[in-house]
């Protein structure tokens, strides 16, 4: 989902790095020196899972994982994605500089959404609400990063409004298969690792 | 049959993935200083972002490709990339044309030809390119960890240097490991499809990876404290800025300067 340099107009661009540098900002001020390895590692793991393909049909999607990222990391969620994108940057060419602030913003706005709607009822007891809240999660955070894409697109320009409604109906399967990895993924880490989700260790 | 011969045949099926980093060019822009070529490519990307004449994309293109053959970055990586980012501006060719129109009822959709859009899709796959080739040439040009070098010498907050830093160095070392699972995996015979189990699948993967980077992550800190971190990550990269550096940064602004009058002197492009 991310816009190619060159399309957007000055306005959005600026808008968009105002609210990533904030978000960075923000984010940044949360992770102590001690903490910053840990969501470096986890940054790596999440741009690990973005070059995974999984098949769908004929086709097949790539994971983008921010509803999770956002469950983990709260509003580090900024920082964890931003390395992502600027690694994309220098190493792909995908994306590109001045577009680094739109990109990161409409992927870590629903990320860090989603960690304050849905991850405290990843702490319960029972199966039920962790799960239906982990799958909204991981589907909600795909639902707005594209209509935040889409909104970005139409911004610019009026033309881009089909282009704006074709990315978020494209992006569908993907909420689903993201709700889907993010609960099983959620459910797994509540065993093995609640730290992660954070749990302290022995919660159930 | 030889033993070379034999080991070529019981060669694992997966594919090595290709490493995450940049190759050295081999012509002169790769030589040349990282702050130099961040800065450029930063008030060229900026000046090409707010671009909005045809021309003056036109002539991004050109420079691009330019810099492109002076990088000399060979072809293979280049018309792979070219592809990947002329996706997305074929998808906006596709849909920037067309204006839905609502007729009375909901199945009335129409697609209204809009000459507006065709210029528009135009002129954003001009710009597109520009900066792709431009990014291609200055930054595909020097290896990821000179960048981050150049990064925090340009004033670049210090924690977030210090997170780039530790991300890439670990990103070798998670994929590394992911590639370990999944072939544990294709060794037991998993198969992915478009079903529930794989899609389960891939997510015990990621758990299991997550919890390993957590755990990575803490001995990585340990480890960190042992050779005396304290919240500063030092630099053992200075780079020495040379005459062809001045020359290149002098040589850019003046292009850019000349783009940005061409645009902004009031000529009429139509």
């Known amino acids: ?204 | 049959m030889s033993e070379a011969a034999s080991q070529a045949q019981a060669a694992p099926r997966v594919k090595p993935a290709p490493t995450l980093d940049n190759a050295l060019a081999m012509g002169p822009v790769g030589r040349l200083d990282p702050r130099a070529k961040l800065v450029v490519v930063f008030a060229y990307s900026l000046l090409m972002a707010l671009a909005y004449s045809p021309v003056m994309a036109a002539l991004g293109v050109l420079l691009g490709f330019g810099l492109v053959a002076w990088a000399r970055l060979g072809w293979k990586v280049f018309i792979s990339r070219l592809v990947a980012v002329n996706l997305f501006t074929a998808f906006l060719w596709l849909f920037l044309p067309w204006q839905i129109s609502l007729g009375q009822s909901v199945w009335g959709l129409g697609l209204v030809y809009n000459p507006d859009g065709l210029a528009l899709a135009l002129l954003v796959t001009l710009k597109a390119n520009a900066v792709f080739l431009a990014l291609l040439a200055l930054l595909g040009s020097s290896p990821v960890n000179d960048i981050f070098h150049a990064l925090a010498h340009l004033k670049v907050p210090s924690k977030l240097v210090t997170m780039f830093l530790l991300f890439y160095r670990y990103l070798h070392v998670m994929r590394h490991e992911y590639q370990r699972l999944r072939q544990a995996m294709q060794v037991r015979g998993f198969q992915p499809g478009s079903n529930l189990r794989t899609y389960k699948t891939y997510a015990q993967l990621m758990g299991i990876l997550l919890v390993r980077s957590l755990e990575r992550s803490e001995r990585v800190y340990q480890a960190m404290l042992c050779r005396g971190f304290g919240g500063t990550f030092w630099l053992l990269d200075h780079f020495s800025w040379r005459r062809a550096d001045t020359g290149f940064c002098l040589m850019s602004g003046l292009v850019l300067i000349v783009l940005a009058l061409l645009q902004w002197s009031g000529i009429s492009w139509n």
Request: aromatic fraction near 10%; charged fraction near 5%; charge should be neutral.
């Open chain 1, 1 to 204: 989902m991310h816009i190619s340099e060159g399309v957007l107009s000055g306005p959005v661009l600026a808008g968009g790095a105002v609210i990533s540098a904030a978000g960075l900002a923000l984010g940044l001020k949360n992770i102590d020196y001690d903490k910053l390895p840990r969501v470096a590692l986890l940054s790596a793991v999440f741009f690990v899972a973005s070059l995974i393909h999984l098949p769908v049909g004929p086709s097949s999607i790539h994971l983008v994982l921010n509803g999770l990222v956002g469950l983990i990391l709260g509003w580090a969620a900024f920082p964890a994605l931003f390395v992502g994108l600027v690694l994309q940057a220098v190493l792909f060419q995908f994306g590109g500089l001045t577009v680094l602030g739109v990109n990161t913003a409409t992927m870590a706005l629903p990320a860090v959404l989603g960690y304050y709607l849905f991850a405290p009822f990843l702490r319960g007891g029972g199966k039920t609400a962790p799960v239906i809240a982990a799958f909204a999660a991981g589907f909600c955070a795909i639902l707005f990063s594209a209509v935040l894409t889409g909104v970005s697109l139409y911004l610019s320009g009026e033309a881009f409004l089909g282009a704006a409604w074709a990315i978020v109906v494209a992006n569908l399967p993907g909420m689903i298969i993201e709700g889907v990895v993010t609960a099983v993924a959620v459910l797994f880490l509540r065993k093995v690792k609640p730290e992660l989700l954070g749990m302290g260790p022995y919660v159930e």
